[in-house]
C-alpha cells in the first residue's frame, strides 16, 4: 500500500473524494500545536511523499479532519482536558510550517489524544485506558479562543487511567472498542453515563 521510512508509522487516514480549494486539512499534534493548510496544497504528491507539516524533535502527528474553515474543533487531552474553539483562530498556512498552539497543557506530562470536528449538537465521549468513559453533551464545552488551557472532560484517576480518545457521538450510536489483547468490546452510547 504505502512504503514507510525506518521510523515512520500512520497515524491518520483521510478520506478524499476531489481535491477543492473550500476545503482544508486541520492537523494537531501531541504537542498542542493546530494547523490548517487548503486541501489544494497536497493535490500533487509524489510517490516518495511531500512534507505535510514540520514536527518538533519530541512531538508527533495525533489527528488530521477535512474542514471548511469555519468549522468548531475540540482538542482532547490525555490528563482529562478539552478545549473548543473555531478553525478561523486559525490562518491557513503552508505544508512545511509546524502551527500554531492549539492548547496548553496544565500538567507536564500532558498530550494532546484527539481531535473532533463538532457537528451538530450531540455529546462529546471520552473514552479512559482502564475501560471507563463519560459522556458530556456538546454545549458544556464553551467556545473560547485557541491557546488556552480547556476544560476537565472528564477526571484522570488511577481508577479511570488516562485518556485515550474521544468522540462525537449520537444517542443511538453503537461503538466498539479494542483492548490491547485484541479483545472487541460492543455497547451503545446510551449505556454510558454522563
Known amino acids: 500500500m504505502v512504503k514507510l521510512g525506518e521510523s515512520e508509522k500512520i497515524v491518520s487516514v483521510l478520506p478524499v473524494k476531489e ?3 473550500d476545503q482544508f486539512v486541520l492537523s494537531v499534534t501531541a504537542g498542542g500545536y493546530v494547523k490548517k493548510t487548503e486541501l489544494m496544497a497536497y493535490s500533487n504528491i509524489r510517490a516518495s511523499g511531500i512534507i505535510g507539516l514540520k514536527l ?3 512531538d508527533q502527528l495525533v489527528a ?11 482538542i482532547a487531552t490525555r490528563m482529562g482536558k478539552a478545549i473548543r474553539f473555531t478553525e478561523e483562530d486559525i490562518r491557513p498556512m503552508g505544508r512545511s510550517a509546524r502551527g500554531v498552539t492549539g492548547v496548553k497543557f496544565s500538567e507536564e506530562e500532558d498530550k494532546v489524544i484527539g481531535l473532533c470536528v463538532v ?19 456538546l454545549d458544556e464545552y464553551r467556545v473560547q479562543p485557541r491557546a488556552g488551557k480547556g476544560i476537565y472532560t472528564i477526571k484522570v484517576t488511577e481508577r479511570n487511567g488516562p485518556v485515550v480518545g474521544i468522540m462525537q457521538v449520537a444517542e ?23
Open 19 to 21: 481535491f477543492k480549494d
Open 64 to 74: 488530521c479532519a477535512i474542514t471548511n474553515g469555519k468549522q468548531e474543533v475540540l
Open 119 to 137: 457537528k451538530g449538537e450531540d455529546s462529546i465521549l471520552s473514552v479512559c485506558e482502564n475501560g471507563y468513559g463519560k459522556r458530556t453533551p
Open 172 to 194: 443511538d450510536d453503537h461503538l466498539m472498542v479494542l483492548t490491547s489483547s485484541g479483545k472487541v468490546k460492543r455497547f451503545t452510547v446510551s449505556e454510558v453515563g454522563k
Open 56 to 58: 518538533d524533535d519530541d
